[in-house]
């Protein structure tokens, strides 16, 4: 650290820095479903329970859906990653104009400029 580095590696680093987040991410929610599949499988479901069984289900719901979207978050940085050509800027799928290395690096899995993502989002 401390060197002087060009924008390339900025964005490099920040790709790398989005992935490590990430896998923290699916590690901490695959750890915390395991936890809450271990607690249900400990509870005798009765009628009592019932109340505490739906809050477990749901909760379970809710981690899976988050872990969910992590690995789908991962593997479409992962795709973006192995579609652009190391030290050369991102294009964007749609207009194929070079993506601003200050968008990647704060969206690192983005394959849109930002012209265009506004443009789709306002479609949507
Ligand atoms: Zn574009």
């Not at 490099?12 to 820095?17: F, P, Q």
């Not at 992590?70 to 973006?80: M, S, Y």
């Not at 030290?87 to 265009?116: F, K, M, N, Q, S």
Request: hydrophobic share 40%; proline share 3%.
């Amino acid at each position: 650290m401390g060197e002087e580095r060009d924008e390339t590696l900025d964005v490099d680093e920040a790709v790398r820095a989005e992935r490590e987040r990430i896998a923290l991410q699916i590690a901490d929610l695959t750890e915390e479903l395991g936890a809450i599949v271990e607690s249900a499988a400990a509870t005798v479901p009765d009628d009592e329970h019932d109340a505490e069984g739906s809050t477990v289900g749901f909760e379970r719901a809710r981690v899976s859906a988050l872990l969910d979207g992590a690995v789908r978050h991962l593997a479409e940085l992962d795709a973006v990653v192995a579609r652009s050509t190391p030290g050369e800027r991102r294009r964007c799928e749609e207009c194929g104009r070079p993506i601003a290395d200050e968008r990647v690096a704060a969206l690192p899995a983005t394959r849109l400029c930002a012209d265009c993502a506004m443009r789709r989002a306002s479609r949507a």
